[in-house]
């Protein structure tokens, strides 16, 4: 065990191993472009529609179970599927990582909007607030700490998730999963498993403090 270790110390140090079209830098780009386009397309279709659901209350029932069947998807056929059909393309792991997304960030968006106090509406719209000045003003400052945290846990699933870009012959932190175990490597594998998992570490201590900035600033 202690080789093992030792090895992977050497394989995640070594400067050649940070080099070229197949070093370190370069898939952690691919991988950190393949999670951040999918998660920024994921909250421009996730948020708005919680807040749309949650400021109205219409449509809740539709959309909750539309971001459960989300969920539910099998990630890697749908890749597959998608690929397939589109003409050997990245727009399949998109596509997947998008559709692992937005349930997060439907559904958080949804609750942090409806565990705003009714009577906080209605003081808002007593003073004259327009629908549009209460969601803006009052239901989305009180609704940001739940939606931060479905950001979160969509940019972790995500990140995790953008492995299956090796599956398809694409890049990523994923390729060294994928080349490791066709190669019989563990220490590759090992390599590129705690890389992915120190982007998601990395990622989410980002946004929780972009969320601490937001809420003191918010509160201040």
């Avoid at 393949?34 to 529609?49: E, K, M, N, R």
């Avoid at 400052?141 to 090796?166: C, D, H, K, S, Y």
Wanted: glycine share 10%; aromatic share 8%; proline share 3%.
């Amino acid at each position: 065990m202690y080789e093992l270790f030792k090895n992977l110390g050497t394989w995640l140090t070594s400067g050649s191993q940070w080099s070229g079209t197949d070093g370190i830098a370069h898939r952690l780009a691919e991988h950190l472009e393949y999670s951040l386009l999918a998660t920024l397309v994921a909250a421009a279709i996730g948020l708005p529609l919680g807040l749309l659901i949650g400021h109205t209350g219409k449509g809740a029932f539709v959309a909750i179970n539309l971001a459960s069947f989300g969920r539910a998807l099998p990630t890697v056929g749908l890749v597959v599927l998608v690929f397939l059909a589109s003409g050997l393309s990245m727009w399949p792991v998109y596509v997947a990582l998008v559709a692992l997304a937005v349930p997060a960030i439907v559904t958080n968006t949804y609750a942090g909007m409806t565990a705003v106090d009714p009577d906080v509406r209605d003081a808002a719209r007593g003073q004259g607030m327009r629908g549009g000045q209460v969601l803006l003003q009052v239901e989305l400052p009180l609704a940001l700490p739940l939606i931060m945290t479905g950001l979160r846990l969509a940019l972790i699933q995500v990140v995790a998730t953008a492995t299956i870009a090796a599956y398809v012959s694409f890049g990523g932190l994923g390729r060294y999963v994928f080349d490791g175990l066709a190669q019989r490597d563990l220490v590759q594998v090992l390599g590129g498993a705690a890389l992915v998992a120190l982007v998601a570490v990395t990622l989410d201590l980002a946004l929780a403090a972009l969320q601490r900035f937001l809420f003191r600033h918010r509160t201040a």
